[in-house]
C-alpha cells in the first residue's frame, strides 16, 4: 500500500509500506517464561506443592509401572488415556503426584523420570534461612519480631525514637497479632 501526504509548506512525500512479519515457531520453554517461573520459585510464598524427599529407587520403580504397561525406559507416551493411567500408577506408588502446571512437559518416560528424581522443597527463602545452623555471627534472624508501642512498653518508659510517627499494622494476620498506633502530633 503506497500513500503520499503532502504539507504546505514543503512537497515531501511518506511512503507507508505494510510488511508482514515471518510467524516463527515458539521453543518449547519461552525465556520470559522461564525467567517468571524462577522468580515466583524463587519468592517462596503459598506453594502449593508438598515437599517431596525421591527414594533412591524411584527410577526401577517408575521402569516397573512403564514396562507393566507397555512402555520403554526411552519411548513417548502413544496417547493421553495411557499417560493418565500411568501418571495414576506413578501417584499410587509413591504418593507424588504431577500438577496440572506441569502435565504438559510430561511426553516422554524420560521427562517422567526426571520429575520424579527432583526433589520439591515447600520452604520459604526466609523459613529456610532461619533453619540454617551455619550463619555468620554478625547475622540473625528473628521469626517474630517485637514492635513498639508508647502506652504498653515499659523498656524506655514509654519514649518512642520517632516521637511524631505512627506505627500502622497493615494485612490482617498482622493485626490480630500486633496493635497499630497514633502519634499525637503537637502544633507549636
Sequence with gaps: MFKSFLLPAARINFQVICVRNKQIKVPKIDKKLQSAAESLASRGFLRPNKPWDPPA????????????????????????????????????????????????????????????????????????LKKMEDLPKNLHVQGDYLRFHPDKDTLFKGKSAFPQSSTIVTGLKARTKYEGYSAKRKWP
Excluded at 69 to 78: A, H, I, Y
Design 57 to 128: 529407587d524411584i527410577e526401577k520403580q517408575i521402569d516397573e509401572i512403564c514396562s507393566k504397561n507397555g512402555l520403554r525406559s526411552d519411548s513417548e507416551f502413544e496417547s493421553l488415556e495411557k499417560k493418565f493411567v500411568v501418571l495414576k500408577l506413578c501417584f499410587e506408588e509413591t504418593g507424588h503426584s504431577v500438577p496440572n502446571s506441569l502435565l504438559h512437559t510430561i511426553e516422554t518416560v524420560g521427562d517422567l523420570k526426571e520429575f520424579y528424581a527432583t526433589p520439591v522443597d515447600s520452604l520459604t527463602p526466609f523459613d529456610s
